[in-house]
């Protein structure tokens, strides 16, 4: 499965500036060792160590957030657009 | 309450709006609303609002206009650095429109005062610039239940919600927790646009306004995503959680928190 996936500006570091990248993955948590293998570095921005996706940070297949679907099992499908979307504060 | 005749001509371009006229006028002109940092989003939320008409427009902010604040924080100018923000906002506020009253809070919202600050508002708007303000405005909110405006900004990208306490998600049903300080670039560090600011500052306004207008659809139950440097606005769906922390059906978050302040450069100013 090839999938877009939507960086935000404060990960772009890892994407060489790049705020759209294509990966493979079946799913989620495939599709997140495919960003890491990529992008050495993403993959700790993203999860805490246990794995779990970090509580500021939230995964969104085509504009659905993942905590309400399968978490990382969420499956992915050709086509389908993945957006990484971090907490922001500033004002 | 009924419209002078100078209010008529100030206002008419929209109460000449379908769903609005002087009954939406009257309702604009009896609102109370509080700002929550006059900085970058809360300056543009600011003068739409007086423009607009709000009858109550209470402003919170602890900090003094520094230049490095001007490239976006419209509401200050040249000869207000080093006054304080909540001072030359009133000031600005008032010079646009003397039928908004302007409620000026020179301090730091904490645990303490935040539920009697906003207690006496219809709607509040979040424009800090820091997680421990943005988690303590939004439980507040929920524990009072008053509607919230959200919005943030960092480099080029900006984000903005509408919460209805009770019926659509808060912050914490979309990020039920802030970043472990340290490790989120914050304020100072990052930099701005000036216009992004702006672009996110105008939404909230416009929320505001068709909450109290009662016009349209509120940015509830969804993020609005901007992008500057595409032009792109994004929306993603926001559910409201049933284990959220503090709107869920089980609250584990019953009083407020001060959390750790995350901004290191700000931590040295202050010391």
Redesign the interface.
């Known amino acids: 499965m090839s999938i877009t996936v939507r960086i935000p500006t404060p990960l772009q570091k890892f994407t060489k500036n790049k705020s759209e990248v294509t990966v493979e993955g079946k799913d989620v948590r495939e599709l997140i060792e495919n960003l890491e293998k990529n992008f050495p570095g993403i993959k700790e921005r993203l999860c805490e160590e246990n794995g779990v996706l970090r509580r500021f940070i939230n995964i969104y297949v085509n504009e659905e957030d993942i905590r309400f679907l399968k978490m990382d099992k969420t499956p992915l499908n050709d086509g389908d657009e993945v957006s990484i979307i971090p907490a922001i504060a500033g004002g | 309450m009924s419209l002078n005749n100078e209010q008529i001509e100030r206002y008419s371009r929209q109460i000449l709006l379908p769903n609005v006229g002087g009954k939406g006028q009257e309702k604009l002109l009896n609102a109370k609303v509080l700002i929550i940092?006059v900085?970058?989003?809360?300056s543009p939320c600011a003068v739409y609002l007086a423009c607009a008409g709000i009858g109550k427009l209470g402003i919170v902010d602890s900090d003094s206009v520094e230049l490095n604040n001007l490239q976006r924080q419209i509401l200050h100018s040249t000869k207000d650095v080093g006054r304080p923000k909540v001072e030359s906002a009133k000031e600005r506020i008032n010079a646009i429109n003397t039928d908004v009253e302007v409620i000026p809070f020179n301090l730091r919202l904490t645990s303490e005062n935040i539920l009697d600050i906003i207690k006496d508002y219809d709607i509040i708007v979040?424009?800090?610039?820091?997680?421990p303000t943005?988690y303590l405005v939004n439980d507040a909110c929920v524990l009072l239940k008053k509607p919230l405006s959200h919005?943030?900004?960092?480099?080029?990208?900006?984000?903005a919600i509408t919460i209805l306490p009770g019926e659509s998600a808060c912050y914490r049903c979309?990020?039920?927790?802030?970043?472990p300080p340290g490790l989120?670039?914050?304020?100072q560090e990052?930099g701005?646009l000036g216009a992004v600011?702006g672009v996110i500052g105008t939404i909230q306004a416009n929320e505001v306004l068709k909450y109290i207008l009662g016009l349209g659809e509120l940015l509830t139950e969804k993020?609005l995503?901007f992008?500057a440097?595409?032009s792109s606005f994004?929306?993603?769906?926001?559910?409201r959680?049933p284990k959220c922390p503090v709107c869920g059906e089980t609250p584990t978050i019953t009083k407020l928190i001060d959390y750790e302040e995350?901004c290191q450069l700000r931590r040295k100013e202050t010391e």
């Open positions: 940092g900085g970058g989003l809360g979040d424009g800090s610039d820091n997680f943005r919005g943030g900004i960092f480099r080029f990208d900006g984000q979309l990020f039920p927790e802030p970043p989120v670039p914050s304020c990052a701005i600011a993020l995503v992008n440097l595409e994004r929306q993603v769906k926001v559910l959680d995350f």
